[in-house]
């Protein structure tokens, strides 16, 4: 567009003959001072909190090597994997991941391909990570929205929106997607209220010739999920549940700024009210009302 003989620029300030500050000239740099407002004094933990952080701590380690042996939830998927869609529902840490690498191990060693998606762009780099040190690097890609390495692997870690767009690629070309098993991990994010339509368009445009294997430690009525998928793709959905607390206790704890460690919960379950000496100090209004300082 042609720029109006009215219009106003800022001049542009010409710095070859600005003139420059003699400290500039010296390579010197005049820094801030420190902060002139009021320092936090962190007073020592008393013989009572240590006991409790002794506690938080006791029995973390590094446990004695075992011999691997896959639980029977995950013989069972592995089995049922081979003709059905799979829906494993299993806390986290329980070796849901397990399943889905020992069909791809299976199916690459077989000529056929997989594709493994997550929701999110850090576990799908995670994912490749571990896979490209799994099965070599050759063998594994990765698609995202700003990264694209090695498209052409027998098994594709992307996120779930790539392989969706890799669907509706496929219809408008007339073409078949170019994989023979998919993993949806966190399965449950097609209850989210702004992404989870890209995980209900991913199964329903999904061919029937490729299985789906979906993971996910939190969702809800998965029998009702399964029906639904049975529904939507005319396949058998087997849902394997393994039901019971974390195999991996976790433990929450905040760390202060001196470097001292505090239980969030004390023993009852409750909120520890020692942690509540390093929240935001409060100010008071003009008006009257209190506000948390940020």
């Known amino acids: ?111 056929q391909r997989a594709w493994y998606t997550t929701p999110l762009k850090a576990l799908t780099n995670s994912k490749y990570v571990e896979f490209s040190a799994e099965f070599g690097a050759d063998n594994v890609g990765i698609l995202t929205g700003d990264r ?26 007339g073409e078949q997607v170019r994989t023979d098993f998919v993993i949806l991990d966190e399965a449950h994010y097609l209850a989210d209220e702004e992404r989870g339509h890209v995980w209900e368009e991913a199964i329903i445009l999904t061919p029937p010739r490729i299985r789906i294997l979906l993971l996910s430690a939190t969702v809800g009525k998965a029998q009702e999920f399964a029906d639904w998928i049975e529904e939507v793709r005319g396949s058998k959905v087997r849902v394997i549940n393994r039901a019971g607390s974390r195999p991996v206790e976790l433990r929450a704890a905040y760390l202060s700024p001196g470097l001292q460690l505090y239980p969030l919960f004390d023993e009852g379950g409750n909120f520890n009210r020692d942690v509540e000496q390093f929240a935001a100090p409060k100010r008071q209004s003009n008006d009257g009302r209190r506000f948390r300082r940020r």
């Open 148 to 173: 694209k390495e090695n498209a052409d692997a027998p098994l594709i870690v992307g996120t779930t929106e790539i392989y969706r767009n890799q669907l509706f690629d496929a219809m408008r070309e």
């Open 1 to 111: 567009m042609p720029r109006r003989s009215n219009d106003r620029r800022r001049p542009r300030s010409d710095k070859r003959n600005a003139p420059r500050h003699k400290d500039e000239r010296n390579n010197r740099r005049n820094f801030a001072g420190g902060s002139s407002g009021p320092r936090f004094e962190e007073n020592r933990q008393t013989i009572g909190q240590l006991k409790a952080t002794e506690r938080l701590l006791d029995g973390i380690g590094v446990p004695e090597p075992h011999p691997f042996a896959p639980d029977d939830f995950q013989l069972e998927a592995l089995e049922a994997i081979e003709t059905e869609d799979v829906l494993v529902t299993a806390p986290t840490g329980s070796g849901k991941t397990w399943v889905a690498r020992e069909e791809i191990r299976r199916l690459l060693a077989k000529g």
